[in-house]
Every structure is written in structure tokens, then in C-alpha cells.
């Protein structure tokens, strides 16, 4: 069992510096979790004390049943991957997969078996006798991983491993960890600050943001229920439109007025919006979920918005409308063959089933 629990956990940095503020974080026995924030959050740092790199100030560590914080790095049974993975240069793949093994004075027909069989797994059998500099960079990264794996650790610990491989290798070397994870059944905690990583990888994400976890769960309910504006804005791309208005109440019913606009709120959202009328607010909308009106059947009135189009901006199987309100800008991803005239006024729709609603103060998701 290789259960990981971080309880109320802190770094304090001389002078004064709470790189990781009293995190509380539970990662089951065989689970994949991402830790994703921008950079200078404390992901490293939280990786780090788990590891036993780095002194713990405040809270408890626990692996398996047992409390690790003053348990040695190499008696914690884990392996981690780094950014910076360097393997010997003057070794061949081989004695670099080994050499862990080796110093802790592994039989030599033991090592010769796990070195073959995490070869094959990561499909670098051929490459056993070549040195590090006769690789890739995608076939290094996959030795650095190969030198994790052969120790059979409890618990695998990767900070930003993909981070230095080009863009079409680090996509092929995500589905190669995914397939990893599957295949091992490790626990596995996994460091990045690219949120295309946490979405397609996890099990479950945490976010954190100043050395604080915003929010823990599994991608979808992150992407589509994030507990506040600053969740909605980081995960997804292009990120959240969000845009500042009131909660007005002319009529009957309730609408977001963004002063240039307003659209209808539905009758679900009411009862968490009524509490905000006649104050300001922010509306945060996914690009998915605003279309062009010329494309919608039987669009409400109410929803349809007037806005100009300032770039369209073609992705190949979408486009990109970067649009403007006067007031605030905005992107729009819609079909690969709408291409609206730039610089011209067009008619949106919103999604009004798809908006989410922010407190401006405390920037907590309200609905
Ligand atoms: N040895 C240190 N002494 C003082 N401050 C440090 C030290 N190491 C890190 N910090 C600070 O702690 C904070 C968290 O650093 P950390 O390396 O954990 O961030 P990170 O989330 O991994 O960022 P990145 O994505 O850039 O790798 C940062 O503000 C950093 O400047
Ligand atoms: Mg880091």
C-alpha cells in the first residue's frame, strides 16, 4: 500500500518566505495525481519534502501508514524524475538504468531481468548499449523514466519531466506516462504548470496557487465546477472569458448588464443571482460555449449580443474570433469554416446555461 497524505503541511523559507501554505492533500494507493499552478507556486517544493529533499517546517508526511519526515530520502521507497534528468554521460543506457540497482548491491542476474523488462515496456530494448549523447531526447527522457521504474518504488514523483522536449514529443511522451500508469499501477504525483498535462493525464488535480491548494478533483468537475475565478481562468484554452457587470432586475426577470450588453440569466441560475442584484459581478463564459448567430437555429433574443470582430484567427479545424465589446475582449471558438468579416459588427449567442458567476471581492465561484 503506497497511500501518500499531506497534512497540514507548510515550507517556511529563511527569511520569511511560506513557499507551501498548510496543504491537506490525500493521494491514494495507486492514484495519478497532477499538481499544476503557475510558476514560484511551491509545486517543486511540495514534491521535494515528499521526497525527503527538503525539510519539512510544519505538518506530517505519511507514506503507507507510516509519518516520513525524518526518514531518510533513499529509505522512503520512491523515485523521482526532474526536469533536468541528467543521465551519465559515460555510461551506456544499460549501466545508467543499473546504476541505482547497483549501489544498493542488487544480484547481477536480478538486475540484468528488471533493466530487460522495463526496457520493453518503454520500448528501449535496442538502445541498451548506446550512450546518452547517440539518443533523442524523447529516448533520454525515456531512460530517465526507465531509471525510475527498475526500482520498483512505492511512490513515483515527476517534476516537469517533459519540459524540455518539443512540443509533438512531450504530446507523445504524455501518452506514453498515461500508459504507464496503467500498465504499473504506481502512485504516481505529478508535477507541471501546463494545464493540457493536468486535463489529459490525471486522475485528479490539484490546483495551487502562492503555496495554496485552490481545489482537488477530477479534471472534469475542475473544468466544468472550479471553486473559483482564478481555477476557471487558469484550466482551459484559451482560457475563461471573464467580464464585470451588474446583476440588474428591470422586469420580472434577472439580467447580467455588461453596459454595452446585457443577456437574460435562466430561471436555475436565479435563485444564487437574486442575493447580487443592483451589484457588481464577473461573468465568466467558456469560447466553446459563445456562437455565431448566423450558425444557431432559433437563437433566444434575449442571449444575442452585438460585439466587433477584431482577428480571426484559423487553428485549422477551428477558428479563434478575437472579439470586443468596447468594454472588454474576448475569444470565441467556433466552427472551421465561420470566418466573419474583421472589423464589422456580428451577432453572438451565449450559451446562458453554460455562464458562471464570480463574487468580485473574494473571487469564489457563486454559481
Ligand atoms: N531555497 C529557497 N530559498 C528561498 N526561497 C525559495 C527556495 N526555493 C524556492 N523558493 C521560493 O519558493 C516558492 C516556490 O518555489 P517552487 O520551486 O516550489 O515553485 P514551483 O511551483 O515549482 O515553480 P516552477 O513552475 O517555476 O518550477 C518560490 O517563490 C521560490 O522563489
Ligand atoms: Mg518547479
Known sequence: MAQVSLVNISKIYPPNIRAVNNVNLNIENKEFLVLVGPSGCGKSTTLRMVAGLEDITEGKIYIGDRIVNDIPAKDRNIAMVFQSYALYPHMTVFENMAFGLKLRRYPKSEIKKRVKETADILSIAHLLDRRPRELSGGERQRVAVGRAIVRKPMVFLFDEPLSNLDAKLRVQMRT???????????????????????????????????GIIQQVADPMTIYDKPVNKFVAGFIGSPPMNFMRGRIIKPDGHIYFNEGRFKVKIVDSMRGSLMPHVDKEIVLGIRSEDIYDKLFVSQAPPENVITV?????????SEVFLHLTTGKHSFIARVGAHNRPEVNQDMDLVFDMNKVHFFDTETEKTII
Open 308 to 316: 466587433t470582430c477584431e482577428v480571426v484567427e484559423p487553428m485549422g
Open 176 to 210: 506514453e506516462i498515461n500508459k504507464l500508469h496503467q500498465r504499473i499501477l504506481s502512485t504516481m504525483i505529478y508535477v507541471t504548470h501546463d494545464q493540457v498535462e493536468a486535463m489529459t493525464m490525471g486522475n485528479r488535480i490539484a490546483v495551487m496557487r502562492d
